[in-house]
């Protein structure tokens, strides 16, 4: 099957504060027919077994491949509860359908295994805008500063920050290092960053980064949106505007906007995060309507239209041709995956000081008191 490629633009910080708009692109998939779609989700669950392989796929992926790696024993979740499910597998390989950075998380607690992906040119603007020697730079030129960085970043990144942060932990490790007197440098992420800082206090000294989805989100927009839906209620994720959160009821990670679908009394929700979510919220919350929250004004266009341009070049396709042939295997550097780890385990070994779990286990209605705070894409 062939695939087009599509122009994306996003925000490019400096080190020095300022940002500019930078071009990417993203390959876009043909969409294979109902028998080809038939056969390629059984010769990849084929291959999953005679290749001793499991599949983890994020939320905002294929509905197709989170299916699929439900039906075969892999998981559906956010970042970091699929490089730690695929740590805990018995499996040799384990294939991401995601981007890249994820693949690197993975092969960062993993680095025995084999780690595949359907396309290595599957990215993120957090990460793009985030290059790992302008943010060294940048931590170099604010010394006194602890570092810590959102999940969304590359394993050059991870390597040189003090603390990863991700999920229901991520307000409570920078409310504790408030608490030691420490001032914060945090990237790459400024609307989480400041939803962070707001409800910590912290001294935090921001990476002008955006996701590309996220940054859509329109608070005047929103507010329309909401009065046509008088008893809707409004799931946000925290990496939108602040305009944006200052609308929500629910403002949480991918995991927590799933589990309020599920257990709340409302029958209509406005969801403000990448539309490859309503997948699984459907089918947590069956019989209930789900409304994507508004992502341009009147006459304007959107970028991404709330998905992602880079998890949409996951397909059946690529999955079933990495499994066959072995190719797009993640490497990372192991001094760097060595320092990474650093962080990652930090943030581990913090959360089970205090008996946090810091991963979903797939019950919804539990898990929602983990992600009470910011969260994953």
């Known amino acids: 099957m062939n695939a087009s490629l599509k122009s994306v633009e996003f925000e490019r910080p400096a080190s020095s504060g300022a940002t500019c708009v930078a071009h990417a692109w993203a390959r876009v998939p043909e969409a294979p027919s109902q028998e080809e779609r038939a056969a390629l989700k059984a010769k990849i669950k084929r291959l999953l077994v005679e290749r001793d392989a499991v ?58 295994k084999r780690i595949l992906m359907p396309d290595l040119d599957a990215t993120c603007s957090l990460d793009l805008g985030c290059p790992a020697d302008e943010f060294a730079a940048f931590c170099d030129a604010h010394p006194d500063r602890t570092v810590v960085v959102y999940a969304n970043t590359s394993a050059a990144v991870k390597a ?105 009394d409302a029958t209509e929700f406005i969801v403000a995060t990448d539309n490859g979510i309503l997948h699984k919220m459907r089918a947590a919350a069956p019989g209930k309507r789900f409304i994507e929250a508004p992502t341009a004004g009147n006459s304007a266009t959107c970028k991404s239209c709330a998905h992602c341009p880079w998890m949409a070049m996951n397909s059946l396709q690529n999955l079933a041709d990495v499994l066959e042939t072995g190719a797009n295997e993640i490497h990372v550097d192991p001094e760097i995956g060595r320092r990474a780890h650093t962080c990652i385990d930090r943030m581990l070994t913090f959360a089970e000081a205090r008996k946090q779990n810091v991963r979903a286990s797939g019950d919804f209605a539990r898990d929602g008191a983990l992600f009470s705070g910011v969260g994953p894409a």
């Not at 197709?64 to 499996?91: I, K, P, W, Y």
């Not at 229901?168 to 400041?194: N, Y």
């Not at 909401?226 to 994720?237: C, G, Q, S, T």
């Open 160 to 264: 040189r920050a003090d603390w990863m942060v991700t999920s229901s932990i991520g307000l409570e490790i920078v409310a504790h290092l408030h608490a030691q007197g420490k001032k914060i440098l945090w990237a790459p992420d400024r609307h989480l960053g400041s939803y962070v800082q707001k409800q910590t206090g912290a001294d935090m000294l921001l990476w002008q980064g955006a996701c590309l989805v996220h940054d859509e989100f329109k608070g005047t927009e929103l507010g329309l949106l909401r009065r046509e839906y008088p008893n809707a209620k409004v799931l946000v994720h925290p990496e939108s505007p602040a305009a944006v959160v200052e609308l929500a009821d629910v403002v949480g990670s991918t995991s927590q906007m799933i589990a309020a679908a599920q257990t709340m």
């Open 55 to 112: 599949l983890v796929a994020h939320y905002y992926v294929d509905s197709d491949l989170q299916d699929l790696a439900e039906e075969t024993g892999g998981c559906v979740a956010d970042s970091l509860e699929m490089a730690r499910f695929g740590r805990n597998h018995a499996a040799k390989t384990l294939v991401v359908a995601g981007v890249r950075f994820m693949g690197e998380t993975s092969k960062i607690l993993s680095p025995e």
